[in-house]
């Protein structure tokens, strides 16, 4: 018997190539886009046209091949966005390698880490991080480390593109929809760290569901934002292939840099932009956004956490963005799987209808599926599922059910349109501007320290930030809020930091099985909050 309360997808189906390849369903069309722009490095102006990115990939493709590098090798990038970035890239997939993308604000603890666990050989880095590759390169033995550019101590990039291109030969034994191609890094539902493996179909489906005409998420006739990073899988397919497939010009940016950001929307005419919350923030708040022309850009996509109601109308009136839309989606899927059709952009606080070839369902904690209304768990079944988690057989299990449903963690309801709204989560990520955040991961550092008995750490709810790391700290020996939070800035990266502050506990509430009681936290921190408001 067929199961009751499934949601089908409103639009048409989109059909993606079993039988293509990631390159060449991405550059099969750079020859008819020619000498257009394709990616332009904004601090720099630095362009490449469709003709010369193809052109470079094949160098750096045929360079590689002659290192050695066959299918089925890893290659780390790690480095902030940049047009090199895409050539590299795309170069390691045409010869059938994996890629997996890393954080470039990584310290030289996490990037060793994620070598370790993906198993990358090669490291490519960019010059502003080579002092990070350089500790990495001291701590483990790779088959190589290269820079973007010249630096001492690693190899050089610009050298290998004087390849002359001649032993390039894309990989005809890729089998798309079973061969990763990908590899970025996510905490899932449980906030340890996994590889998500992406394969050549999975992202070639998203990128086509994203080019429905009732979502349309992408315009190629004037120039598109490239701001959110490429190492991220909503920054990589949303922005960066999906763009690139179309034919879009995209100004790429490194980070955010409030006059780089604003001034690039002038200068290029932007007219759609993939945005986090932050950023809207920002556009509704900051006094140097009116320096600034920005009647160029039209549309945006808000994606990584949920926008504000309040907050989207007051971009809209400032900024004078006449499309703002949300999306959802997670690294294991690819990254899509609900966006707000073109035509009800009204609807506030949903995350969106199924993308086309998608189906989801409201699970109860027995796993059966709810009616319009009720809350339950999100799941998600569709070409953009992932194949699984990396050498991670059990966590792949657990997220994946075996008739294929992905379990995201997030408690949604829908309507009676089939829009969905997500009003809570099960799962432990902290979401700090669109970064996550495993708290597992900062109490497991936060226990190393020797004065430190017990440690939990949670979101603090943020206005501008949408959640803040703290920590509650049980002492074992007598130590300062001050010396936790510089202990912790020494091991991680800033988006980790410990900004939401420290409280100190006599006991870390946790259940019969040891697991810690979150919710019992946060409602602390709400009566805190409570009491700090009437001071």
Known sequence: MAEEFIVNSPMSDVHPPTNVSLYQFICGNFDRYGDKPAITHAATAQTLSYRDLGLQIRQCGSALRRLGFKKGDILALFSPNHPQYAVLLLAVTAIGGIVTTINPLYTADEVTKQMKLSSAQYLFAYPTNADVALKVTSRIRLRGAYVFGHVKGLKSFNELMKDDGSFFKMDDTIRPMQDTVVIPYSSG???????????????????????????????????????????????????????????????????????????????????????VPPLYVFLAKDPLVEKFDLSSLQETICGAAPLDSDLSQSVKERAKIS??????????????????????????????????????????????????????ELCIRGPQVMKGYFRNEKATALTIDKDGWLHTGDIAYYDEDGYFYIVDRLKELIKYKGFQVPPAELEALLLTNEKIADAAVIG?????????????????????????????????????????????????????SGKILRRELRKRVAELTKLQSKL
Request: charged share 25%.
């Open 189 to 275: 539902t449980t906030g340890i760290p996994k590889g998500v493996m992406l394969t050549h179909y999975n992202l070639i489906a998203n990128s086509l569901q994203l080019m429905h005409p009732d979502i349309k998420a992408f315009d190629n006739d004037r120039p598109s934002l490239g701001l959110l990073p490429w190492y991220h899988i909503y920054g990589l397919v949303v922005i960066l292939l999906s763009g690139l497939r179309t034919g879009a010009h995209l100004i790429s940016l490194e980070r955010f840099e409030p006059e780089l950001f604003l001034g690039s929307i002038q200068k290029y005419k932007i007219k759609y932009a993939c945005l």
């Open 323 to 376: 499309l703002l839309r949300q999306a959802y989606g997670m690294t294991e899927l690819s990254p899509i799987s609900h966006l707000v059709k073109r035509a009800d952009e009204k609807k506030f606080g949903a995350i969106g209808v199924c993308a086309p070839n998608t189906k989801a369902k409201v699970v109860d904690e027995d796993g059966k599926s709810l009616p319009q209304h009720e809350r339950g």
């Open 460 to 512: 603090r709810p943020d206005l501008e930030a949408g959640e803040l790391p703290m920590a509650f700290i049980v002492k074992k020996s007598e130590i300062s809020k001050e010396e936790i939070i510089e202990f912790v800035k020494s091991k991680v990266s800033p988006h980790k930091y410990l900004r939401g502050g420290i409280e100190f506990a006599d006991i870390i509430p946790k259940s019969a």
